[in-house]
């Protein structure tokens, strides 16, 4: 059974510019969800898509937007980036929508300077 | 505000005993809650859930204990080891709300030999 990927693992923007990071569910799992992690903190919930929908939305805003494909992997895209944006994103899988039994993957460490 | 938080960020135990990690939750909607454990560099690791309508769950090596009354939760490692050291997050997930975790901001566990 192969678990969550994403890629890449460490990536540096400037300010102003526009990222995408990928996601690759765990085998099975057909719901996946983005969490922003800041140093020393908790993840925060960005958003969730289920069957290619977003399913849920946390508080974001809209310069953060996703992707679900036919296959389940999923695009994180963020506009704009600030400073402020400088975290680990962590992308979660779960076997159906809904919060239940998400496992996450590595994350990406994003440095915006 | 975060709904859920931990008494203690830091909690050091000694190799072979039984660590007991607390968490506070604010929200009496919540009816899903997980522990995450993870480790320097890397995502957050699942470890057990329980849902509002149990007290207890058990797991290898680990005990999740809900009440309700009090809106308390915690986790309990029987017989830590090195490998145990880590930082632990509770979550919770609110009844009807976007389909996220809401996480605290972590204890971390040192195992002392």
């Known amino acids: 059974e192969t678990g969550v990927t994403q890629s890449p693992t460490h990536l540096i923007k400037t300010r102003g510019q526009q990222v995408t990071l990928r996601c690759s569910s765990q085998?099975?799992?057909?719901?996946v969800s983005w969490y922003q992690q800041a140093l020393g903190q908790g993840p925060q919930f960005i958003f969730q898509y289920y069957r290619e929908e977003e399913n849920g939305r946390g508080n974001f805003p809209p310069r953060f937007s996703g992707l679900q494909f036919p296959n389940y992997s999923s695009e994180l895209n963020v506009n704009a980036l600030e400073l402020d944006d400088s975290a680990l994103y962590l992308c979660?899988?779960?076997?159906?929508?809904?919060?239940?039994?998400?496992?996450f993957g590595p994350g990406t460490r994003l440095t915006v300077t | 505000g975060e709904s859920v938080g931990l008494h203690l960020p830091t909690l050091s135990v000694q190799e072979g005993d039984n660590s007991i990690i607390n968490c506070a939750y604010s929200?009496?909607?919540?009816?899903?809650f997980i522990w995450y454990k993870q480790e320097s560099g890397k995502g957050p690791q699942f470890i057990i859930d329980i849902r509002s309508n149990m007290d207890k769950r058990q797991g290898q090596r680990v005990t999740v204990l809900l009440n309700k009354t009090v809106k308390h939760l915690s986790l309990q490692i029987a017989a830590t080891q090195p490998g145990d050291s880590a930082v632990y997050f509770c979550?919770?997930?609110?009844?009807?709300?976007?389909?996220?975790?809401?996480f605290g901001k972590g204890t971390h566990l040192i195992i002392q030999p």
């Open positions: 979660a899988s779960s076997p159906s929508g809904g919060p239940y039994e998400q496992y």
């Open positions: 979550a919770e997930n609110l009844r009807g709300g976007a389909d996220g975790l809401t």
């Open positions: 929200n009496s909607a919540s009816d899903y």
């Open positions: 085998s099975g799992h057909n719901t």
